[in-house]
Structures are given as structure tokens and as C-alpha cells.
């Protein structure tokens, strides 16, 4: 997507870079299952959605893709259409999405929605007309490894997922690479997340200091490419599936979780948040866990 010169606030965190999970650790009360690392489950049972660049069908480190659709702009009219479609990835990144989930999630159903053409080019609307018929489809996980930078879509994006959060679709969205604002990882209604460098193929953070609410291994990944081959690449986009993958697996073993569960059942499984008792507090002061 086409990137904007407007600027964020302060203390937002894209990616960690320079840091690892004892740098941003989070203290944190016990709940049920914490502690539990990685969540179980295979996937098995739950409908994950690329909306992408497309899939490549029968690659070896995909397997499977149980349906492909794309979004169609009519030139003239501006209107857009969502049909069948049988021409596999136009570019490797949503392949490579779709590896990394089927990677996590073995036994998952997935299925692709093509928004993005050649060289990774894609509009808005397009963007959000793939993204409201896989919210409207009822997928159990929807990976949004893409973003946009133009802010006239941020109000009917913000409502879509919204709407697919209230309805049991989990929008899993992945931050800008660079420092600016974009839609729709930045709401809350959406699991976002951004990239870290730890060598651990399968550890997740979360993040203290949101809005990106969530680290996954993304920097220097092995993901499926085109033609059946496979590169090395970097990017919260390759950050995104793994979580997604995650929600796949926990959503096989509770299939009537909640967004606001699954974000739960994240956050105590992350690597970096840690429990311990409480300090005692006398009546009306406030404690700050956070510094100790």
C-alpha cells in the first residue's frame, strides 16, 4: 500500500528490535491455563481466511487450500465484486502467510481472498471489499497481513471490524513495517501485532507498551514462495500468521471462544509475561507492578 507522510504519537511499537522478552516483561495475576506456553490444538475444525495476494495451490509448504476467491474493480464504475478464482498468489505473500498458518495449525481449513495484484499493489477499496465478504462468510480467523495508510477508509474499516469482533470472527492484523499510521491493526477490536528477532520458532510476546498488542517471529523467516520454493524474508506481515495460526489451535480445542478470550488466552501464554504475588498495599495508596 501506498504510504503517507502522516506521523504517529510517541510510544508506539512497531516491531522489537534490539530487545528481547526480559527487556518488556510483564507482571501479571495468574489465570486459568497460564503459564501453559504455546496453546495446544491443531487447528483442526477452524476456517482461516488469507485475505492476501492469493495461494499457491498444491504448494508442499502449504498443503490444501479449501477455497479461492478475488476481488474484481470494474474500471468504470469503481464497484467491486468478489468471484471464484483459480489463479493461485500473484506475488508469494500470501502464500507465504498461508505456510506459516499451516505451519502453526496443521490440520486447519484455509481458504485465500486475492486483494493484492503484481509487485504487491493493492488499493483500499479493494482491501475492505475483501475483507467485509470474509467477515460476512463467518471465517473463524481472518489474516489480515496487509494494511493502508489512507484515512478515508478508516471510519468504514473501523465499523467492519467492529462488526466482525462482535460476531465471532477473529481479524488478526498485522502493523505497518514503518513508523505511520495505517488501518485496520490499530484497533482495538482486532488482534494486531508486530515482529520480533528471538531465534525461538514458536515464542510470542506481548506488548507492554500498545497499541500493537502482540511480537511474533517475523525477522529473517523461512516462509513457502512461489513455484514451490521458499525464501528468507522479514516483516510483521510473516509475524501475523503465526498468530493467527495460534487462534486456529485455540479455537480447535475451545471453539466458542470470544475475540476478547482468545486475546486473553494470548496474553498469559505470551513468553514475557510472568506471575507472581501481588505486593500488599495499604488503603488508598497506589501500586505500579509494572517497575519491579
Not at 504487491?120 to 475492505?128: A, E, I, M, R
Not at 471510519?155 to 466482525?164: I, N
Not at 514451490?228 to 503465526?242: K, M
Request: proline share 8%; aromatic share 6%.
Amino acid at each position: 500500500m501506498t504510504t503517507t507522510d502522516t506521523a504517529p504519537g510517541p510510544g508506539l511499537t512497531w516491531s522489537l528490535r534490539g530487545r528481547g522478552p526480559d527487556d518488556v516483561a510483564v507482571l501479571a495475576d495468574p489465570g486459568p491455563g497460564h503459564g501453559a506456553g504455546a496453546p495446544p490444538g491443531t487447528g483442526r475444525g477452524v476456517r482461516v481466511c488469507v485475505v492476501d495476494s492469493g495461494v499457491e495451490r498444491d504448494h508442499p509448504g502449504v498443503g490444501p487450500v479449501e477455497g479461492s476467491w478475488v476481488v474484481v474493480k470494474d474500471p468504470e464504475t469503481g464497484s467491486t465484486e468478489v468471484r471464484p478464482t483459480d489463479t493461485g498468489d500473484s506475488c508469494g505473500h500470501g502464500t507465504a502467510c498461508a505456510g506459516i498458518i499451516r505451519r502453526t495449525a496443521p490440520e486447519c481449513e484455509l481458504h485465500s481472498v486475492r486483494v493484492l495484484g503484481e509487485r504487491f499493489s493493492g488499493t483500499g477499496d479493494v482491501l475492505l471489499a475483501g475483507l467485509r465478504w470474509a467477515v460476512e462468510q463467518g471465517f473463524d480467523v481472518v489474516n489480515l497481513s496487509l494494511s493502508t495508510t489512507r484515512a478515508r477508509f478508516a471510519e468504514e474499516l473501523h465499523a467492519l471490524a467492529d462488526h466482525a469482533y462482535f460476531n465471532r470472527t477473529v481479524v488478526v492484523a498485522s502493523a505497518h513495517n514503518s513508523p505511520v499510521e495505517s488501518y485496520p491493526w490499530r484497533f482495538a477490536s482486532v488482534i494486531s501485532v508486530g515482529s520480533h528477532q528471538e531465534a525461538d520458532p514458536d515464542l510470542h510476546l506481548y506488548n507492554p507498551d500498545p497499541p500493537v498488542e502482540f511480537f511474533a517471529p517475523g525477522q529473517n523467516v523461512t516462509v513457502p514462495w512461489l513455484g514451490g520454493t521458499s525464501i528468507r524474508t522479514t516483516g510483521n506481515s510473516f509475524a501475523t500468521p503465526y498468530i493467527s495460526g495460534l487462534c486456529a489451535r485455540l479455537l480447535s480445542v475451545h471453539p466458542r471462544m470470544t475475540a476478547f478470550q482468545l486475546k486473553n488466552a494470548l496474553y498469559l501464554s505470551a513468553a514475557n509475561v510472568r506471575f507472581g504475588p501481588r505486593h500488599s498495599t495499604p488503603a488508598g495508596e497506589v501500586c505500579d507492578d509494572s517497575e519491579n
